[in-house]
């Protein structure tokens, strides 16, 4: 009988939940993904019932259940610092009821069984826990150091660690109020961009900068004795009267991070959806470039105490992909691995993991090597949504309607020749395949692949489909074996968590996805780890002699597309040229 630990991340932002069998991973989605509202913070409800449905149990059949939480966690240091700090009601009001909801966790549990007696027991697992053991247990490092960046969680910014076979060995940790995601939050929201998970487009907002307000960034972060940082508090409001925040059912909100002390050392902030200028870029390269320093700083301390040359890296600020890029070059660590959903997703996994190894005492035998652990749906399924739109069609022969005509291909080799074609004679075309990716990224199954030799493919999906700010890069995917043909570092990176410089040689050849600095966010691709995206590739590489496709996430100003009637929606209300389900193509027929 298999031993089931469910794994949770809830009543935060990016909720989501994870299933382990016999301490092997076998499903995890975000719960977005399912009520398809962006970065949902309360209970993963549906998210439970899919992983269970996935492996054919129930709540019943679980035995532990481990949430990334811990309100117990440094439980004296949250009430010094409430007493000295007084920070505001509604701050303080926010998180209590935040708190009391994840106490209340065997309850919602036992309601969303629907009275069925339980005998699971549940685990607080303190956040960066459960972030360290969401990418070390999933590594292929029988020893590595490890290190946690975020925000906050249970009071703490970052821990760093030891990972040795089923355990881990806290090092140090920075405690509230000092915090680099805090800091890159702050920045984020003075340069104009409030929502929350904005940070990642002020990252490709910094390539078009210069770190010209590099010494006002250093006034506001310090780097200390034995990698640790600080910042400055008066540049924010988080440590005196605290930042509201909204993690109720729904996308979450957050306050004002900064302080008017910022506008006075910077200048006034931009105003949402104002004039981007070399100013706000030279802030934004500033802000990325003290992020490196203080990270670096942190990792070179961190390999320099252990002595090891791996390191296992967790947390929101470990998609930061520019900074990953370059710790080969920063660093003596020679191994780097981060997991696809390196975010608070992945504290899901992290915490299932925790409660399995470190808790339970068990072995480790689980290698997390690719991103498809989430839904999937099968042929029937697909035939089915194609059918209500085009009820016509016999799921077989092909059939015109309108400007509409929809094939099945029986041949894999023949389905991917003829979509790398359509690729390469300048189609966008929508690459729905298998299970899901975990994690933020598509990564070759919710897809949409172009051909990046064409240097105006960024600016016709931003108007046919992405409706993306025109700064931010489009990403490329790339055959693992011909990566270092293309770029500097050949280091394989399935995640796409990484920056490397594109040869010199070759910007010209794949303009679309280099970036203005002359840079690529790749995800390298293998036979094994997905054999028909690798066969797409392929056969675009032998009709254009370039191994590498443009690739952006299956969506339109939403979550990652997630059913076959959502991709084929998608597909309907923009401008897209086709879409692969499976087997099945539907394309729009444009008369020339």
């Given at each position: 009988?298999?031993?089931?630990?469910?794994?949770?991340?809830?009543?935060?932002?990016?909720?989501?939940?994870?299933?382990?069998?016999?301490?092997?991973?076998?499903?995890?989605?975000?719960?977005?993904?399912?009520?398809?509202?962006?970065?949902w913070a309360g209970f993963p409800a549906a998210s439970i019932a899919h992983v269970l449905a996935d492996s054919g149990a129930t709540l019943a059949d679980v035995a532990h259940v481990g949430i990334s939480r811990d309100p117990s966690a440094h439980l004296l240091s949250k009430v010094l610092f409430t007493l000295k700090k007084r920070p505001g009601l509604d701050a303080i009001t926010s998180r209590l009821s935040n708190h009391k909801k994840v106490a209340g966790l065997e309850e919602r549990l036992a309601a969303?069984?629907?009275?069925?007696?339980?005998?699971?027991?549940?685990?607080?697992?303190?956040?960066?826990?459960?972030?360290?053991?969401?990418?070390?247990?999933?590594?292929?490092?029988?020893?590595?150091?490890?290190?946690?960046?975020?925000?906050?969680?249970?009071?703490?910014?970052?821990?760093?660690?030891?990972?040795?076979?089923?355990?881990?060995?806290?090092l140090d940790e920075v405690a509230f109020p000092h915090s680099l995601g805090v800091f890159y939050t702050a920045i984020t929201q003075y340069l104009g961009f409030p929502k929350y998970g904005d940070e990642y487009k002020?990252?490709?907002?910094?390539?078009?900068?210069?770190?010209?307000?590099?010494?006002?960034?250093?006034?506001?972060?310090?780097?200390?004795?034995?990698?640790?940082?600080?910042?400055?508090?008066?540049?924010?409001?988080?440590?005196?009267?605290?930042?509201?925040?909204?993690?109720?059912?729904?996308?979450?909100?957050?306050?004002?991070?900064?302080?008017?002390?910022?506008?006075?050392?910077?200048?006034?902030?931009?105003?949402?959806?104002?004039?981007?200028?070399?100013?706000?870029?030279?802030?934004?390269?500033?802000?990325?470039?003290?992020?490196?320093?203080?990270?670096?700083?942190?990792?070179?301390?961190?390999?320099?105490?252990?002595?090891?040359?791996?390191?296992?890296?967790?947390?929101?600020?470990?998609?930061?992909?520019?900074?990953?890029?370059?710790?080969?070059?920063?660093t003596d660590f020679q191994d780097v691995y981060i997991q696809s959903a390196a975010g608070d997703a992945g504290t899901s996994l992290g915490a299932g993991l925790y409660v399995w190894h470190q808790i339970l005492g068990n072995p480790r035998g689980f290698v997390m090597e690719h991103s498809y652990w989430g839904p999937k749906y099968d042929d029937a399924r697909i035939v089915s949504a194609v059918k209500r739109n085009l009820p016509g069609w016999d799921g077989a022969a092909t059939l015109r309607e309108g400007d509409i005509e929809v094939s099945r291909t029986a041949s894999e080799d023949a389905l991917c020749t003829d979509t790398a074609a359509a690729v390469a004679g300048g189609e966008i075309?929508?690459?729905?395949?298998?299970?899901?990716?975990?994690?933020?990224?598509?990564l070759g199954n919710r897809s949409i692949v172009v051909d990046p030799r064409r240097a105006e493919m960024k600016d016709v999906l931003n108007a046919r489909i992405k409706r993306r700010e025109p700064f931010r890069p489009f990403a490329p995917s790339i055959l693992e074996e011909r990566v270092g043909e293309y770029f500097e570092e050949s280091y394989p990176d399935p995640f796409?968590?990484?920056?490397?410089?594109?040869?010199?040689?070759?910007?010209?050849?794949?303009?679309?996805?280099?970036?203005?600095?002359?840079?690529?966010?790749?995800?390298?691709?293998?036979?094994?780890?997905?054999?028909?995206?690798?066969?797409?590739?392929?056969?675009?590489?032998?009709?254009?002699?370039?191994?590498?496709?443009?690739?952006?996430?299956?969506?339109?100003?939403?979550?990652?597309?997630?059913?076959?009637?959502?991709?084929?929606?998608?597909?309907?209300?923009?401008?897209?040229?086709?879409?692969?389900?499976?087997?099945?193509?539907?394309?729009?027929?444009?008369?020339?």
């Open positions: 009988m298999r031993s089931l630990v469910l794994g949770l991340n809830a009543y935060h932002g990016d909720s989501a939940a994870a299933l382990l069998a016999d301490g092997a991973f076998t499903c995890g989605v975000e719960e977005e993904r399912l009520n398809r509202v962006k970065h969303l069984a629907g009275g069925i007696p339980l005998g699971l027991k549940v685990h607080n697992v303190e956040h960066h826990r459960a972030h360290l053991a969401s990418t070390f247990f999933c590594s292929p490092f029988e020893e590595s150091a490890c290190l946690t960046v975020d925000g906050f969680g249970d009071f703490l910014s970052s821990m760093s660690a030891v990972g040795r076979g089923n355990k881990l060995e806290i002020v990252m490709g907002l910094a390539s078009y900068g210069k770190p010209t307000f590099l010494s006002s960034m250093r006034k506001i972060v310090r780097l200390e004795k034995d990698g640790q940082f600080s910042v400055d508090v008066d540049f924010f409001r988080h440590a005196s009267e605290g930042v509201t925040m909204a993690w109720e059912e729904g996308e979450p909100v957050l306050g004002q991070v900064f302080s008017e002390k910022l506008a006075e050392e910077l200048g006034p902030a931009r105003e949402p959806n104002g004039p981007l200028g070399e100013r706000e870029h030279d802030i934004a390269a500033s802000m990325q470039a003290m992020y490196e320093e203080a990270f670096f700083h942190r990792l070179r301390w961190i390999q320099k105490k252990t002595g090891l040359r791996k390191i296992c890296l967790a947390g929101g600020c470990a998609l930061n992909s520019v900074a990953n890029g370059r710790i080969f070059t920063n075309v929508g690459w729905y395949q298998g299970r899901s990716e975990w994690g933020p990224r598509a796409m968590v990484k920056v490397y410089p594109v040869r010199m040689e070759k910007r010209a050849e794949i303009p679309a996805v280099t970036h203005v600095d002359g840079t690529g966010r790749l995800q390298t691709v293998s036979r094994t780890q997905n054999r028909r995206y690798h066969k797409l590739i392929s056969a675009f590489a032998e009709e254009t002699g370039v191994p590498v496709v443009l690739n952006t996430s299956f969506n339109e100003n939403e979550p990652i597309v997630n059913t076959p009637e959502e991709a084929l929606d998608c597909f309907l209300r923009t401008k897209m040229h086709r879409i692969v389900l499976g087997d099945v193509t539907v394309k729009r027929i444009e008369e020339a």
